[in-house]
Every structure is written in structure tokens, then in C-alpha cells.
């Protein structure tokens, strides 16, 4: 407890599932609002940009798919995250394992062109899977083993992983009619993932879905759920119930960079058809803000993977008026901070109380 | 030493805290060139009593007296200044940094920053003058314990104390370290330095002390100089004679030796030897206290049997099958049940449910794991039953037990850990913090599974309760088994002898 004048500042004991709620979304408009006076600061029409925004996500069938479109890596890559986040993992890697899986499923593509498309999509999907888990296992082993923190090798192993897609698409995968570009030749249709109408949606989206649905199962039912919660909560408590610490890191990583992967297959087979450098706008880092805004469940990260797909191709419609795009980027991050501190501070509780309370200094706890 | 001044003078020091009160009216006297000996078990006040003379702690009754006027302290800096210098059990040093630096740091003279050379050379000399062996120049980190204590002490005496508080110095070193420290000790005391060692070790009161005061339950039970008392006196004092010899657990028939350990060595996480060749056994239906001061090798011996701990030498049985490796599965696979110190640290998961911490070693096995998932209805089932039978009060069983009260917690913990019959309980001071009720329970509980044929090894600082529960009672002093002693021929100054690991 602290006392600031007549105000008592006190922890609560618990969060109710309500506050925090209401806290995430009280953070979004105000970042929003945030935006509205930068926006009119620099001289536009806060309503008018944002008018064009909405439109441009969700006015219309089209709009809508493009919103889910947007969303479709993120909700890999915020589950990515999710996953790890729940045993206190931090996989800031899965741009790296993404590019991975993009280049593991794109290899099957290309040794596999005319095989049949039943048969070629889900062994793509189990190659990126494959791709990005084993992007991950390093980091993985190395943490469960000797204690090396995760957050730099994942880190530092994105840049690896981005420029051996580099490699391969000015090298040996180089399309020779590119006429220079760095960009694979395109995939087959066998190889390319089904799409719903005249949109760009693509069934990625509904492996997206299932992902979660499976994450969200794994983490509420199993047994190996069930140990992640414990470990997560509490390191001693579950070496006392003697769970196999170490083996859940890895197989902990192992998951999310499998999750991250299927996001750099569905990318490359459902979007640019085609292997290059530019699959990912930052789909592995925005994953982060996706997974904490989400609370690190998986329904959780559904609703913010599509917020943040809809503030993007929001932001792509802004491109077509003069308002600078990097609005967007305002946004997201007004969004996550806010949500962050607000989180923080739904913990304490603030009271009027102006008696005079013995002032007990903070150094004084029964020992 | 009579007729001067004494440098501190503490009268009628008391101080509370929540629950209890930690120091009770304390006198304390200190003179210049003295070595003083603050003895007493864990909880009897020592490390109150000195936070409080060092500023950290304002006493709620008394006055401190330096140099005969009387002084207040309002922050640790105050008493810093008046030259009173604390090293405490745990360093406060900055790992990456050099010995120079570390004491150096935060001192107030000289105010602008000493040149790196002059520094080094100041500290080189102090070192010198009071025999503390350490290079000025290396980094913290690279230093072993006992040179780090030389660092602390350095600062300490770099910031000009004259009084130096050292709090269980030895119980981090090395033989050969603590003798070095004693050396220094007496070097200091001849120069003019008062210090007092806070400890429980009374081959170290006999050796080292000039004068002995012997705290017991937050109150001053006694003041002797050197040689007044012998180590059976002191032991006494510290352990008090109020000690109930009067409830004692009722005889039972024993069964056969279901817990065997054979030599068991361990190290602490710091990687020293913290348990040195136990062996004892514990046979059905028995309870087996081990007695002694915390630190002195209980936790490493209940970590031992429970898994959570590796065996650095000897074997630990569980009904005829030895426990292989450090594995805590095996061990609750076997049938040991643990009942941990920390219970909301280890023993139970705070912020998980009622439900999810009643399942935390039933979740491997039917009905509670169905194949890869967790049966939700049978988790809930179990729970109700084990909510039920211990009349743990919940506020939902799927609200998370950071929420509960400390006697619910143990209960919960108690109905979790012997839900399925265990053949050995290790239990870990089970009644601390609980109030008469809850000590109450933990007790008929524990009978009841002795009744029902457990192996009990139970670990308490308590006295009373070891006494008043278990047959025979053992004491680990410095890691090993002082000695093994049947509850009849158990009294208060045999085993605080043992307690204090005097040599006979």
C-alpha cells in the first residue's frame, strides 16, 4: 500500500476477467484518440482517415477478406508466441522460422510440381511445420541444456534465416526469366492453396483457425497442457511434481516454431505463389504484440491478429490519400503500450482515504 | 572494561511485527575491543536486534545509546556514518565489478571519486593492516566465498566502523576460511574494533567471545564472559527449559524399515557440502524427527529423499527399491509424499486452481489422465472429495489458491499428499505460520497416516513439536547427523548441545 496525499494506492487481489476486458479495450480507443490528434496535429481529417480505414477492412465482403488475409500469418505467429510465452519462453524468432517454413515447403514445391494437390498442400503444411520447428530446436535445446537465453538466439537467428532465403532466390532458386528480380519461378497450381470466390482468401485462413483450435485444446486439456500451465506458474512447483522440465522446453519450442512455419507455408502458398525476400511485413514481431494483446490464449490471439490485419490494410487504403501510412504503425504501437501499462495498473486499485495512517516504512517486513 | 563508556548501549529494545514480537525488552552492551557473541536459534531475535541497531529497523520501544548519548536512526546511511558496519549472511556486491570498486562504492569519502591508482592503493592497505587476504583488482565473481566476505568486510571498514556486525560468518565457510576469519576477528578487536558474530555454533562462542549474550524467544536470557559457562550451560540457555517434555507421542508398534538411507551426501545450490554421510532408517508406522538449526543440512536431506536433489555419495530405499538419479517422478512414483517448507512456492501453485493443484501427482495416472488428456470431470470429482474430507473452504474450486488462507493451503496440501496411502512422508516444518487449529490438524493428520503404516521423516526447527511427536529424534548440525537420540532419553541439553555441535 502506498499513500499519495488523501489517495491510497492498493494491489487488488485478483483481476477480474472483466477489468482486464475492458482495460483492452478502453486501450484501443485510446489510442485511437492518441492517432486522432496526431492526425489533426498534421493537418488531416482524423474522421475522414479513419472513415477510410474502416472501409477499407470491413465495409465490405471484399474489404472483409483482405482484413482476414492480413490476419492469417499473425495468428500463426501470435499462437507462435503464445505458446512459448505460457512457460515463460520468449520466441522472438518466428520471423526467422517462418522464412524457414516458407523455404521448406517452397523445396517440396519445386521437387514435386505436378504431384497431386491433396497430396502436395498438407505435405507442405507438415514441411513448414517441420522447417520452423527445426529453426527453433537450437534455441530450444540450447536453453532446456545449458540455460542460454532464447530471447537472443531466436533473435539472432532471424537474420540467418532471412538471408539464406536471400541465398536461395538469388542462387539456386533464382526463376532465370526474372529479369534480376530475386524471386523464385512461380509454384504450379498444385502447389498453390485454395481460394474462396474472387478474393484473395485463402484456405490458409481456416489452417489458421484449426491452429488454434488445436493450441487452444493442447494448452486446456492434455496433460502436456496441463504441465506447460504449472511450469509457466511455477518452476519449483514443477520440478516438486516432477515434471520433465527440460524435455517441455524443447517441445515447447519445437511448437511454436512448427506454428510460425505453417505461416511462412501459407504465405508463399496462398498469397505470392512463389518463393522471395518480402513474404513477411514483420509478421514474426508483430506476432509478439499479437500473443500479448491476446493474453496468450488462443481465442485471445484470433480477435487481435484480426485487429491488427484490419489496422494494416487499413493502412495500405490510406496509401491512396495523402495521410502518411506510418499512421498505422503509430497505432499499433499506441495500442500495445497502453494495453501494457493499463495491465499494470488493473492490478492496483486506487481509494480517497484522508485520515492520517501510520506511515510504515517499505524496508519493514517481518523477517 | 568496566567504569569506560560502552560504544552501543541497546535498552529495553522491543520490536514487533505483525504476529509476533521479535524482540521483547533487549539489553545489549558493546565495548570498544570486544569481541561479543550473539547466540540463539533461528527466530530468537539476533538479526532483529542488529537490523535494528543498524537503522533498517525502527524499534517500536527503547533507545540506542552510542557513546552514552542517545541516537536514532533513520536510515541504514545514519548508522553507517556513526560507524556501525554490517556484513550480512547474504553479500551485497557487485558481481562484475572489481574488489576496489565494490568498496569504494557508495562511500561518502572522499566525496569526488578517488583516482583508480589511489583507490586500489588504499584498499591494498587496509588489507594489509587487517590481514584480509584478497587482490584488490579481481572481479567479485571470480572470488570464492570466503574472499568475498573479506570484500564486505573491507567495506564495512573502509567506511570507518567501529562496531562490525557479522551475522553467522562461518556458516558459508571453509574450515581453514573460518579460522582465517577469526585470526581477523581478534586482529580487529586489538585494534580497537567491537564486533559481534551472530551465531548458534558454540564451539565458535567458546573460541572466539570475549562476552556472550544468549537470546531465546526475542528476550535477553542471559550475559556471560568468556569461561563463565560451559557449552552444556549455554546450550541450555539457548534452547530454554521451557521447553514441553511433557506431551509425548504414544508408543506404536513399528513395522519394518520402509525409508533406508545409507551415507547420503549432497551439496547445497551453492555447490557446497551441505550433507555429510547421514544414515538412518525409518520404519513403518514411525515418526523420525530431525532437530537443529535451519541450514544446517535439512533441506538438502528432505530434497534427498524426495528426488528434487542429487546424492553426491550413498543410497536412499523406499520399501527395498533404491531411488536411482535425482528424479522426483521416481520418488513419487515409489510412494513418498512431500510436504515442502513453501508450501505456496512449491508445494502448491498459486495462481492455478483448487482443481489444478489437487491434480499435481494424480494427473499422470487413471482416472485423472485419460490417454494424452486430463479427465475434467474426474479432476473436479477428486477435488470435491479431498475439499470435503480436510474441510478445506475454497473460495472456488476454480479460483486460484493465492487466495486462500494459510491453514487452508496446508490442509489442501495434506489431503493432496496423502490421498494415496504413501509409504513415507517427508515433512518439512509442516506447522510453521499456522495458528493452534491448523498446527492442530497437521498433527492428527500426521498420526493418523503413522497409524496407517507411513514412514515419517518429519524436519521442524520446533522443539516442542519434534518432541511431541516423534520417536527418535536425530540432529543435523554442519550436515551430519550429530546423533540419534530415542524420544525417552531425550532432554533439552543433550540435544542443545548437539543443536550447537559442541565437541563433547
Not at chain 1, 512459448?84 to 520468449?90: D, H, I, T, V
Not at chain 2, 536459534?41 to 537490523?51: F, I, S, V
Not at chain 2, 556514518?81 to 570498486?101: P, Y
Amino acid at each position: 500500500m502506498r499513500r499519495l496525499g488523501p489517495l491510497v494506492v492498493e494491489q487488488r487481489r485478483v483481476a477480474s476477467r472483466w477489468t482486464s476486458a475492458l482495460v483492452r479495450v478502453a486501450a484501443i480507443a485510446l489510442a485511437l484518440g492518441l492517432g486522432a490528434l496526431i492526425l489533426e496535429a498534421g493537418g488531416y481529417s482524423a474522421r475522414d482517415s479513419y472513415r477510410t480505414m474502416w472501409d477499407a477492412a470491413f465495409a465490405n465482403r471484399d474489404a472483409l477478406a483482405e482484413t482476414l488475409v492480413a490476419a492469417t500469418p499473425l495468428i500463426f505467429t501470435g499462437l507462435a508466441v503464445a505458446v512459448a510465452a505460457r512457460m515463460l519462453l520468449w520466441n522472438i524468432g518466428a520471423e526467422g522460422q517462418l522464412f524457414l517454413g516458407a523455404a521448406a515447403a517452397s523445396w517440396l514445391a519445386f521437387s514435386f510440381p505436378d504431384a497431386p494437390r491433396g497430396l502436395l498442400l498438407p505435405a507442405m503444411v507438415v514441411a513448414g511445420a517441420v522447417g520452423g520447428a527445426a529453426w527453433a530446436a537450437g534455441p530450444g535445446v540450447l536453453r532446456a541444456s545449458l540455460g542460454v537465453s532464447e530471447i537472443v538466439t531466436t533473435l539472432m537467428l532471424n537474420f540467418v534465416a532471412i538471408l539464406f532465403v536471400d541465398y536461395l532466390v538469388h542462387g539456386p532458386w533464382r526463376d532465370p526469366e526474372s529479369s534480376g528480380f530475386p524471386l523464385s519461378k512461380p509454384f504450379t497450381t498444385s502447389a498453390i492453396l485454395p481460394s474462396f470466390g474472387d478474393t484473395r482468401l485463402h484456405a490458409g485462413f481456416l489452417i489458421a483457425l484449426g491452429a488454434a483450435i488445436v493450441v487452444w485444446t493442447l494448452l486446456r486439456s492434455t496433460r502436456f497442457g496441463y504441465e506447460v500451465r504449472v511450469i509457466g506458474e511455477s518452476q519449483p512447483a514443477a520440478r516438486y511434481a516432477g515434471m520433465p522440465l527440460r524435455r517441455n522446453i524443447v517441445v515447447v519450442m519445437l511448437v511454436s516454431g512448427g506454428l510460425a512455419g505453417i505461416a511462412g507455408m501459407s504465405e508463399v502458398s496462398g498469397i505470392v505463389f512463389r518463393i522471395q525476400p518480402d513474404i513477411s511485413a514483420g509478421f514474426g514481431y508483430t506476432g509478439i504484440i499479437v500473443a500479448t494483446l491476446g493474453r496468450f490464449s488462443a481465442p485471445g490471439v484470433v480477435v487481435a491478429a484480426i485487429l491488427f490485419g484490419a489496422l494494416q490494410v487499413g493502412g495500405y487504403a490510406l496509401q491512396t490519400t495523402e495521410v502518411p501510412p506510418s499512421i498505422v504503425q503509430v497505432l499499433q504501437g499506441a495500442i500495445l503500450f497502453i494495453t501494457v501499462g493499463a495491465e499494470v495498473l488493473a492490478r492496483y486499485r486506487v481509494r480517497w482515504s484522508p485520515g492520517r495512517e501510520k506511515r510504515t516504512p517499505l524496508a519493514e517486513k517481518a523477517p | 572494561m568496566s567504569g569506560t563508556t560502552p560504544l552501543v548501549q541497546l535498552r529495553g529494545i522491543v520490536k514487533r511485527f505483525p504476529g509476533l514480537v521479535a524482540n521483547d525488552g533487549v539489553d545489549l552492551e558493546l565495548h570498544a575491543g570486544e569481541v561479543h557473541a550473539l547466540l540463539g536459534e533461528n527466530g530468537a531475535g539476533k538479526t532483529t536486534l542488529m537490523n535494528v541497531l543498524t537503522g533498517l529497523y525502527r524499534p517500536d520501544e527503547g533507545e540506542i545509546l552510542l557513546d552514552g548519548r542517545p541516537v536514532a536512526f533513520r536510515a541504514p546511511r545514519q548508522a553507517i556514518e556513526a560507524g556501525i558496519g554490517m556484513v550480512h549472511q547474504h553479500f551485497r556486491l557487485v558481481d562484475s565489478l572489481t574488489v576496489a570498486e565494490n568498496v569504494l562504492l557508495g562511500s561518502r569519502s572522499p566525496r569526488v571519486w578517488v583516482g583508480r591508482r589511489a583507490g586500489i592503493r588504499q584498499v591494498a592497505e587496509l588489507a594489509e593492516r587487517y590481514r584480509l587476504q584478497v587482490h584488490p583488482e579481481a572481479r567479485i565473481w571470480q572470488l570464492s566465498v570466503g574472499e568475498q566476505q573479506r570484500v564486505e568486510i573491507l567495506k564495512a571498514l573502509y567506511r570507518g566502523a567501529r562496531l562490525l556486525i557479522l551475522d553467522e560468518p562461518s556458516a558459508v565457510l571453509t574450515p581453514q576460511e573460518a579460522d582465517a576469519l577469526w585470526d581477523t576477528v581478534r586482529e580487529m578487536a586489538s585494534r580497537g574494533e567491537a564486533i559481534v558474530v551472530i551465531t548458534h555454533k558454540l564451539d565458535e562462542v567458546q573460541a572466539v567471545a570475549d562476552r556472550i549474550t544468549v537470546l531465546r524467544r526475542g528476550r535477553n536470557v542471559g550475559v556471560a564472559v568468556r569461561g563463565e559457562l560451559d557449552s552444556r550451560a549455554l546450550a541450555l540457555l539457548m534452547v530454554g527449559r521451557d521447553v514441553s517434555l511433557a506431551t509425548r507421542p504414544e508408543p506404536l508398534e513399528h513395522g519394518e524399515v520402509v525409508l533406508r538411507i545409507r551415507g547420503a551426501s549432497a551439496r547445497s545450490d551453492r555447490g557446497l557440502p551441505a550433507l555429510a554421510d547421514v544414515t538412518l532408517d525409518v520404519q513403518a508406522g514411525q515418526v523420525f524427527g530431525i532437530a537443529g538449526v535451519a541450514g544446517n543440512g535439512q533441506r538438502e536431506l528432505a530434497e534427498v529423499v524426495t528426488g528434487l536433489r542429487p546424492l553426491e555419495a550413498g543410497s536412499v530405499e523406499v520399501a527395498g527399491r533404491p531411488l536411482h538419479g535425482a528424479s522426483a517422478r521416481a520418488a513419487i512414483d515409489a510412494g513418498v509424499a512431500h510436504i515442502p517448507e513453501d508450501r505456496l512456492g512449491s508445494g502448491l501453485v498459486a495462481g492455478l486452481s483448487a482443481t489444478d493443484n489437487a491434480i499435481l501427482k494424480a494427473y499422470r495416472r487413471p482416472p485423472v489422465s485419460r490417454g494424452p488428456l486430463v479427465d475434467r470431470r474426474a479432476s473436479r470429482a477428486l477435488t470435491e472429495q479431498l475439499l470435503a474430507a480436510f474441510e478445506v473452504s475454497a473460495v472456488s474450486p476454480d479460483a486460484p489458491v493465492r487466495l486462500m488462507s494459510g491453514g487452508n493451503l496446508q490442509r489442501l496440501l495434506l489431503a493432496r499428499e496423502t490421498a494415496e496411502r504413501p509409504k513415507v512422508i517427508v515433512a518439512v516444518h509442516p506447522t510453521r505460520g499456522l495458528d493452534v487449529g491448523g498446527t492442530e490438524t497437521v498433527r492428527r493428520v500426521l498420526r493418523e497416516q503413522q497409524e496407517a503404516g507411513a514412514a515419517i521423516l518429519l524436519i521442524s526447527e520446533d522443539l516442542d513439536e519434534v518432541l511431541a511427536l516423534a520417536d527418535p529424534v536425530g540432529v543435523l548440525h554442519d550436515g551430519r547427523l550429530a546423533g540419534v537420540l530415542p524420544r525417552e532419553r531425550c532432554d533439552v541439553e543433550e540435544l542443545g548441545l548437539l543443536m550447537g555441535g559442541a565437541t563433547p
